[in-house]
């Protein structure tokens, strides 16, 4: 009946996460509000961390995509649970840093990073920075050596995977604005260069081949074919590379025709996979890295809007208007990403109508979704759509000047607020 597993109906007929009613936390919140519900989020992240325990032995480490929800709150909670982090930019870095996280298990991303970023990720002594091309090679080779330090890194390489998702999501293809190529020589190339490097440790490989992907299949084989080019490695230099990052991407429910893989899944297939090659390689096992963004916060979230109007056009469709829209969750405008919405008053209804959820801004692509099954609305109606724990606050804007609302965390009964919602002054915070 819902997408995630932590929505229910209380016996008011509300729709309830974390055990919590929805309507009672707009009451008290206010509208839109992002709710995350953290005993889920540390489900999730209990799951990956034992799969790696379970069926790689513990050779490795579940780095938390921090860019699908970041504000220091998520930070504490990962590191609590034991998890890493991705961050992919200055922003993200600062977040971790002001949330206490280790740096040591942070890896930094991005295909055009700054020399101030990189200067900021070497002085935070970042573990690994994922290197995306040679220009950036050089750069952070003169900056570590510069500082007399030596600076872990991993290289960025598209496998040359097709995964079957949406192609503003996928990364491992040769058409791919991130990372080496393997076929044209460009990755070995880079390699031998790191090698030589005096302030750079080149500790291995990455590759992250998109996102909401379903298969196991394009891991595993994106798995094969980095252990084939560790082993290539090892022949042409006598180096070897000791840690592989396979990624994020694996794909979560936001509707009932969305059929995820449970996540131990995933290690148990890809683990029998990496022993088999490395075997037939000849070479040692990996450390592991994986980096779940989606799968980690997605699933925890619900937004809440309260319904402003409804707007019936006979025979075309309905619009319901609600009080947020493409600011706090741009992706139906960016790719139509389909949602499970819901009038969160109405819960225990059946779903009797099919509408257009439309947001405030001044313009007509500003929907949360078209067609989407619902009860029947009327102004005042608490509006909920599921699974926008990831790429919505994050994704957030303040266009139209429209502040941003806050996110509450559920937990054990009780809500917090994470981040407070923004004010008018917040909007001309920086205007002169
Ligand atoms: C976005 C991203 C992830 C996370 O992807 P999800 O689909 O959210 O799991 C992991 N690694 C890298 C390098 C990324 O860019």
Known sequence: MFVSENLGVNEKGHLTI???DSVELAKEFGTPLYVMDEDLIRKHAKA???SIDKFYGGNGLVCYASKA??????CRVMKDEGIGLDVVSIGEMY?????GADFDKVCFHGNNKTDEELEYAVDLKVGRIIVDNIYELERLERIAGEKGVKVGIMFRIKPGIDAHTHDFVKTGQIDSKFGFALETGEAMEAVKKAIECKNIELKGLHCHIGSQIFDIAPFIEAAEVMLKFIADIKKDTGYEISDLNLGGGFGIMYTEKDDPVPYENYME?????????????GIKLPYILIEPGRSMAGPAGVTLYTCGGVKEIPNIRTYISIDGGMTDNPRYALYKSEYDALVANKADKSKDTKVTIAGKCCESGDLIGEGMPIQTAVPGDIIAVCATGAYNYSMSSNYNRIPKPAVVFVKNGEARIAVKRETLDDI?????
């Open 69 to 74: 929800f970041c504000c220091k709150e998520m």
């Open 269 to 281: 297939k890809v683990s029998v996979a990496v022993k088999e090659s490395c075997e037939k390689l």
């Open 95 to 99: 977040t971790a840093l002001k949330a």
């Open 18 to 20: 974390g055990g919590m």
């Open 428 to 432: 001309i915070r920086n205007d002169i």
């Open 48 to 50: 990956y961390k034992n």
